[in-house]
C-alpha cells in the first residue's frame, strides 16, 4: 500500500521558517514528479511546489517563489518543502502529492497527481 507521510507543521510567526518533510512507502518514487500543495479553510487545493524526478527542474507558484524551496532525497524517498519568510497567507494544510506515470512535466493541475498524503498544518500568526 502506498502512504505519503507528511510532517513538519506547526504554528509560527510571521517571517518565520518551517520545513516539511514527506515519506513515501509502498513503491519508490525515484521516477516521478512529486510536489505540495496547500488548502486554506473555504479554498480550493492550490498548486505550491514540484520537483522532477532528478531534481533537475523545479517548478514554484508566483505567491511563493523566492521564498520556498523545494527538495528531494531519492535514497530516502523523501520530498521536502523549505519555507522562509513565512506570511499570514501561508496558513493552510500542506500536502505532499507524487505522480504515478514516471518522467515528463511539471503540473500545476491537482488532476495531474495520483498520490496523497493526509497533509500536515502550518499556522503563521502576525
Known amino acids: 500500500q502506498v502512504q505519503l507521510v507528511e510532517s513538519g507543521g506547526g504554528l509560527v510567526q510571521a517571517g518565520g521558517s518551517l520545513r516539511l518533510s514527506c515519506a513515501a512507502s509502498?513503491?519508490?518514487?525515484?521516477?516521478?514528479?512529486m510536489g505540495w500543495f496547500r488548502q486554506a479553510p473555504g479554498e480550493e487545493r492550490e498548486f505550491v511546489a514540484a520537483i522532477t524526478w532528478t531534481a533537475g527542474s523545479t517548478y514554484y507558484a508566483d505567491s511563493v517563489k523566492g521564498r520556498f524551496t523545494i527538495s528531494r532525497d531519492n535514497a530516502q524517498n523523501t520530498v521536502s518543502l523549505q519555507m522562509n519568510g513565512l506570511k499570514p497567507e501561508d496558513t493552510a494544510v500542506y500536502y505532499c502529492?507524487?505522480?504515478?506515470?514516471?518522467?515528463?512535466?511539471?503540473?500545476?493541475?491537482?488532476?495531474?497527481?495520483?498520490?496523497w498524503g493526509q497533509g500536515t498544518q502550518v499556522i503563521v500568526s502576525s
Open positions: 502529492t507524487a505522480r504515478l506515470r514516471p518522467y515528463g512535466f511539471l503540473y500545476a493541475s491537482r488532476y495531474e497527481y495520483d498520490y
Open positions: 509502498g513503491r519508490t518514487f525515484s521516477n516521478n514528479a
